[in-house]
């Protein structure tokens, strides 16, 4: 069926072409399913499938690792009363070991042995000749009954941890916590302790695969070294501090150590006797010295010494906490030269760190997720794998025959953010011949935008989803030409897989080949869409998180305040909120946000009835105007930019001063993008939320951020009289919209539940704030659309 269609898109397509279309392997697949499920659906229910055999398999473990406890526990209370003599009966006693001694002879053993050949086939039990090799701290005899140094193990274990990395590979409940970092720091805190060996330890590594059993006797040391993921495959990651040594081992696929490798030296026979019970351990209180033993203290200073000038070299190379550069160059990476050509033309020498955490894993051909904050560079950090893939493409020549193939797509919700990324990528290529970025964005005709993509040159298309479907669905060509797809973009993911644009991604999405590379970027990533990113990437995806758990998404350096003043008194209030600042910065550059379009261009009207240097957009501007605006604001400043959410999300206007959000955002993601207009690039700013009291539940959604309340200001009289003739002067049509708009998303946005406050009180309150005298009726069909039919007090006209 699926072919059908494509054959009558592609009516135009020689034979010879239509065959090695019709041969590729499509996103699409068949369009219905069993019980007339279609794809997503269908995907859906499996995905829904595989995570409750997930969780059951790890309720399993849960139950295994109790009943692992309550042994221990029993073997504790009914005592061993053991002479601590090891006796021929115990030697030759073949029975199964208890878990703490099974943990003491496996750690005993780590101790003993290099962690490299710790389960060899042909490995037996510790010889003398080994132990005496050893000395110091470091050499614990096995035969005799020293406890484990479990301080060392925990410390060993918890440093891992600590420096464990925050980006890595996403698997859905197996945070990044359970992964080890191999850190040459961690190497030299305990011995030859590190992060690996604490691997090999670990009952889930696969070394550990022999039998179930010696599986489930160390599942103790398990509290200690894992802390969540019971079945994540454990991964080691390539950092900054990896030596060559570890980055050999960890070869091509997914850094991991061999699977297969462990499996085999892990056998249970390659256990030999030591899973075996030889002797019975003596109950008895061990001192403090013998679990501590004392260490040389020269040895200690040496380590000391060592370590504090290893910091001192990091810190000489990295850059301040809170700065968004890494310390790492563009030129050390392997970009094209030509592109790196530009970047210097550009000043631009250091990667963010973003661009930092992302840029190897994005050239390797992986899927990643990308969370990082507003203004830190995410843009450069997917145009930079874009360009590469393009050239790669290019060279290795598929899909040159091809009518004008399409490498790479970047999807954004906006159309200005779409000629945005399309300008940052065009200076990237500034010194490339022959490649080139388009945009696919409403407002522009339908028939010029097919003209330009047929006589420019484009690999990289940037499209918004609206526009790129209309493409799509009438059969303008470009679904031929996006077969060749290698690169699949989505910025601000979280929105664009958010309800109001996922279908049109699905759509895309079943057009574009299925064998490609899918990378997603957003400063705010919620859970519902780590979940729905699966649409998109692949199971293998990795997760790159540059914030941080527990780390707030905004920046410090944008102070935030928050002011709960009457609905009525708003638009006065901003007005001298404006005028307070622009006193205080003399080059000031504000952004005024507003619920809807409506609201925002009565907004800008009343200030520019009140003579301030003012600039709207929203979405019922024409799209050259809006182009217009943009491109000044982004060039100027001491001007103030009135703007509906159009502007919320990835814009960059340098160098704004201050964001006012009036009224409450959709979400709290919403509110974080607003205020991420501001302290862009690593520099400061202010944003200050002003909403009525009925508003206040919002607060809770942000209230892990710095939000500070601070009290409404007394009005200026001069302000509050200019603010009353001037808004007398406004045409009463505009303020009948913006209080049919503000209606409706207030009738969205309310949590009824929460105010008391009637709707038809707040509506009436809204039309004095803005000097209507009586709420204006609505169309019954306007109060349908909107649910507000029967509301009492809201006026409904025939
Ligand atoms: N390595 C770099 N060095 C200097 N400036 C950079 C670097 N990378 C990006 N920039 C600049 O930082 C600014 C912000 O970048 P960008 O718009 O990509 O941020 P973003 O993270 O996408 O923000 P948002 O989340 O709002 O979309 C741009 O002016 C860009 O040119």
């Known amino acids: 069926m699926y072919s059908?269609?494509?054959?009558?898109?592609?009516?135009?397509?020689?034979?010879?072409?239509?065959?090695?279309?019709?041969?590729?392997?499509?996103?699409?697949?068949?369009?219905?399913?069993?019980?007339?499920?279609?794809?997503?659906?269908?995907?859906?229910?499996?995905?829904?499938?595989?995570?409750?055999?997930?969780?059951?398999?790890?309720?399993?473990?849960?139950?295994?690792?109790?009943?692992?406890?309550?042994?221990?526990?029993?073997?504790?209370?009914?005592?061993?009363?053991?002479?601590?003599?090891?006796?021929?009966?115990?030697?030759?006693?073949?029975?199964?070991?208890?878990?703490?001694?099974?943990?003491?002879?496996?750690?005993?053993?780590?101790?003993?042995?290099?962690?490299?050949?710790?389960?060899?086939?042909?490995?037996?039990?510790?010889?003398?000749?080994?132990?005496?090799?050893?000395?110091?701290?470091?050499?614990?005899?096995?035969?005799?009954?020293?406890?484990?140094?479990?301080?060392?193990?925990?410390?060993?274990?918890?440093?891992?941890?600590?420096?464990?990395?925050?980006?890595?590979?996403s698997r859905r409940g197996f945070s990044s916590m359970s992964r080890f970092k191999r850190n040459e720091s961690s190497c030299d805190e305990g011995d030859d302790f590190d992060a690996k060996k604490l691997d090999t330890l670990s009952p889930f590594s696969p070394k550990f695969a022999g039998t179930k059993e010696k599986v489930k006797s160390s599942r103790s040391v398990v509290g200690v070294i894992r802390n969540k993921g019971l079945f994540g495959r454990r991964k080691f990651r390539k950092n900054d501090s990896s030596t060559e040594e570890d980055s050999d081992e960890e070869g091509d696929e997914g850094k991991m150590i061999g699977w297969m490798d462990m499996r085999k030296t892990g056998s249970s026979a390659s256990l030999g006797n030591h899973d075996i019970k030889l002797t019975k351990r003596v109950n008895r209180n061990v001192t403090d010295e013998e679990l501590y033993p004392p260490l040389d203290i020269n040895t200690v200073r040496e380590d000391l010494s060592k370590r504090k000038s290893v910091d001192n070299v990091m810190e000489e190379k990295q850059e301040p906490h809170d700065s968004i550069y890494s310390a790492k160059r563009f030129d050390e990476s392997c970009i094209s030269p030509l592109t790196l050509k530009a970047l210097s033309a550009s000043g631009i020498l250091k990667m963010t760190r973003v661009q930092d955490a992302t840029l190897s894993e994005c050239l390797d051909g992986k899927d990643a997720l990308v969370k990082a904050k507003t203004g830190t560079g995410k843009s450069m950090a997917f145009l930079l794998p874009a360009i590469e893939t393009v050239l790669k493409a290019m060279n290795s020549g598929k899909g040159v025959n091809k009518v004008a193939p399409i490498f790479a797509l970047i999807l954004c919700p906006t159309r200005e953010l779409a000629s945005q990324i399309a300008a940052e990528g065009k200076a990237l290529l500034k010194f490339h011949d022959g490649i080139g970025v388009q945009t696919l964005i409403g407002g522009t005709r339908f028939k010029l935008d097919q003209q330009r993509l047929e006589s420019e040159p484009c690999q990289i298309l940037i499209a918004t989803p609206g526009r790129l479907l209309d493409h799509i669905e009438n059969k303008s060509g470009l679904t031929s030409r996006l077969m060749a797809l290698k690169l699949f973009i989505v910025d601000e993911a979280d929105l664009l897989l958010d309800l109001g644009f996922r279908r049109d991604v699905e759509k895309i999405i079943d057009c574009l080949p299925r064998q490609r590379q899918s990378l997603l970027f957003s400063a705010t990533i919620p859970k519902e869409v780590r979940r729905v990113s699966q649409l998109v990437l692949k199971r293998d995806h990795s997760y790159i998180d540059t914030i941080g758990l527990g780390c707030v998404e905004t920046h410090d350096k944008v102070r935030q305040s928050c002011i709960v003043a009457p609905h009525e008194s708003h638009f006065h209030l901003v007005p001298h909120l404006l005028k307070e600042h622009i006193n205080n910065t003399p080059d000031y550059k504000i952004i005024v946000f507003c619920s809807t379009g409506m609201v925002t261009s009565l907004m800008y009207t009343l200030l520019r009835e009140m003579k301030l240097n003012v600039r709207e957009i929203h979405a019922r501007k024409p799209q050259l105007h809006r182009t217009r605006v943009s491109d000044e604001f982004k060039e100027s400043n001491r001007l103030i930019l009135v703007t509906s959410d159009v502007s919320a999300r990835g814009m960059n206007y340098p160098d704004v001063t201050l964001v006012i959000q009036v009224g409450i955002p959709s979400d709290r993601e919403q509110y974080i993008h607003r205020l991420g207009r501001t302290g862009r690039e690593g520099k400061g700013g202010e944003g200050l939320l002003l909403i009525a009291p009925w508003e206040r539940y919002f607060l809770d959604e942000l209230k892990d951020l710095p939000l500070e309340p601070i009290p409404a200001p007394d009005l200026d009289s001069i302000v509050k009289h200019q603010v009353d003739q001037s808004m007398a002067k406004i045409d009463t049509s505009i303020k009948e919209a913006a209080y049919h708009a503000w209606l409706g998303y207030y009738n969205s946005v309310r949590e009824t539940g929460r105010d008391k406050t009637t709707l038809a009180e707040l509506a009436n309150r809204f039309c004095h704030s803005i000097g209507l005298e009586k709420p204006p009726a609505l169309f019954r069909r306007t109060a349908v659309k909107m649910g507000l039919k029967g509301i009492s007090g809201i006026p409904i006209r025939k």
């Open 4 to 169: 059908l269609i494509l054959r009558e898109r592609s009516g135009s397509i020689t034979g010879s072409l239509w065959n090695r279309i019709s041969s590729r392997n499509m996103g699409g697949g068949p369009r219905t399913f069993p019980g007339g499920l279609n794809k997503w659906q269908w995907k859906r229910m499996h995905e829904k499938k595989a995570r409750e055999k997930e969780n059951k398999l790890l309720d399993q473990e849960k139950q295994l690792y109790e009943a692992r406890i309550r042994t221990e526990i029993r073997a504790k209370m009914w005592g061993n009363p053991d002479s601590g003599e090891k006796t021929a009966k115990s030697k030759q006693s073949h029975g199964p070991m208890s878990p703490k001694e099974h943990i003491k002879t496996l750690a005993d053993r780590f101790m003993k042995a290099g962690a490299e050949d710790f389960w060899n086939e042909n490995d037996g039990p510790v010889k003398k000749s080994d132990q005496g090799s050893r000395s110091g701290s470091d050499s614990i005899d096995s035969t005799s009954n020293s406890p484990i140094d479990v301080r060392r193990l925990v410390s060993a274990t918890c440093d891992s941890m600590g420096k464990n990395r925050v980006f890595g590979s």
